[in-house]
């Protein structure tokens, strides 16, 4: 079945330095979504690519999916402190109507 | 906003009783989701519905079933508790009818099988 890789499982990073994960899935994608999960919280979504190639920004985020629609990756500029939590992808195999998640990148920020 | 809600924040059940966790959404959905969400793991897909009525196997459908008798609630059920379904289990809903739209989730039921 349809499987969705994510890495690095964890990524300690200073305030200030860049932080990127990265998302695999083992079928091509018609879209995929990126969430973010703050400790005790919910997946929130962030940001929706659809066409191959595509790079999106949100101020210091940076999403990208790769030309054949199999991989993204989400990279932030200069972190905070704010960006702590756990970052998931989730990519829908044309037609499925359903999502499958990433394993997440639990991301934390030394002050 | 969509607000999906969830029945309980935590639950503590007993191996072998018969478990219900409810997810209400109050935006005419047709797509709703239930996940479980353990450490390393991610959120793993259970069952979803696109309809009243109709069900699909997720990824990770044994000792589970589900319930959608109304567009706007999804019940997941245990049918016989064991503590290896000791987890975060969260509900989510999502419309395809005006193209690609992010998931709603709840905020999540812990679960505690004892």
């Known amino acids: 079945g349809q499987q969705v890789m994510q890495i690095p499982q964890y990524q300690h990073v200073q305030e200030g330095e860049d932080f990127t994960t990265y998302c695999n899935s083992s079928?091509?994608?018609?879209?995929i979504q990126w969430y973010k999960q703050r400790p005790g919280g919910h997946p929130v979504f962030l940001i929706q690519l659809v066409k191959s190639g595509e790079v999106k920004k949100q101020k210091r985020l940076t999403f990208q999916f790769g030309e054949a629609k199999k991989n993204s990756s989400l990279h932030i500029t200069a972190t905070q402190t704010t960006d702590v939590g756990t970052y998931f992808c989730a990519g829908e195999a044309s037609g499925t109507y359903k999502y499958i998640f990433g394993t997440g990148t639990r991301l934390k920020v030394l002050a | 906003d969509v607000k999906v809600t969830q029945s309980s924040r935590y639950l503590v059940k007993r191996t072998g009783e018969k478990v219900f966790l409810e997810c209400v959404q109050d935006?005419?959905?047709?797509?709703m989701f239930w996940y479980r969400q353990d450490p390393g793991l991610g959120l793993r897909l259970i069952y979803f519905s696109y309809d009243v009525k109709m069900k699909e196997k997720g990824d990770i459908p044994e000792g589970y079933s589900v319930s959608r008798e109304k567009k706007e609630r999804f019940s997941l059920i245990l049918e016989s508790a064991s503590t290896n379904q000791t987890s975060m289990y969260l509900c989510?809903?999502?419309?395809?009818?005006?193209?690609?739209?992010?998931?709603?989730f709840g905020d999540g039921t812990r679960l505690s099988i004892l």
């Open positions: 079928t091509t994608l018609s879209n």
């Open positions: 935006m005419d959905h047709e797509n």
């Open positions: 989510a809903s999502i419309t395809f009818s005006t193209g690609y739209e992010p998931q709603h």
